[in-house]
């Protein structure tokens, strides 16, 4: 049983996350400040509600697991939406690359200048 606390509060801002479910425009891009979430970043790190997701619009995949490429859904996504800046949260392990990878692809077929910023975290919850 666990201890009895204090409700945390969800950054969660918009419903779904899944990129493979999100809608290619809704209202929640417009002017957003995204961040594009490897799957099992928000397990490692501990805060990551709080640290990354607050007041940003989540997208979440698994390079690996999902075995698709997003670039032509982010690209969709980048090129019809007003988006501010793109964080993208991925683990140390090689796989996770894809996500960055299909990120950086989407923003330059978009042909917008949005700027990127990587988080790589550990298995043990450190940003590295």
């Given amino acids: 049983h666990a201890p009895e606390t ?9 419903f779904p996350v ?7 425009n809704g209202p929640w ?3 957003a400040d ?3 979430a490897a799957d099992c970043t928000a397990f490692a790190y501990g805060n990551f509600h709080n640290e990354f997701m607050k007041d940003k619009t989540t997208l979440i995949a698994c390079p690996k697991l999902d075995g698709v490429n997003y670039a032509e859904k982010l ?5 019809n ?12 392990v090689p796989c996770c690359g894809g996500i960055e990878f299909a990120v950086r692809k989407a923003i330059e077929n ?4 949005i700027p990127i910023n990587t988080v790589i975290i550990s298995p043990d919850g450190k940003v590295v």
């Fill in 6 to 14: 204090a409700p945390i509060p969800s950054g969660l801002t918009n």
């Fill in 18 to 24: 899944q990129i493979k479910l999100a809608p290619i």
């Fill in 29 to 31: 891009f417009d002017g």
């Fill in 34 to 36: 995204l961040l594009i």
């Fill in 75 to 79: 690209t969709q996504i980048f090129a």
């Fill in 81 to 92: 939406n007003n988006v501010a800046s793109v964080t993208v949260a991925r683990m140390t």
């Fill in 110 to 113: 978009s042909g917008k200048d």
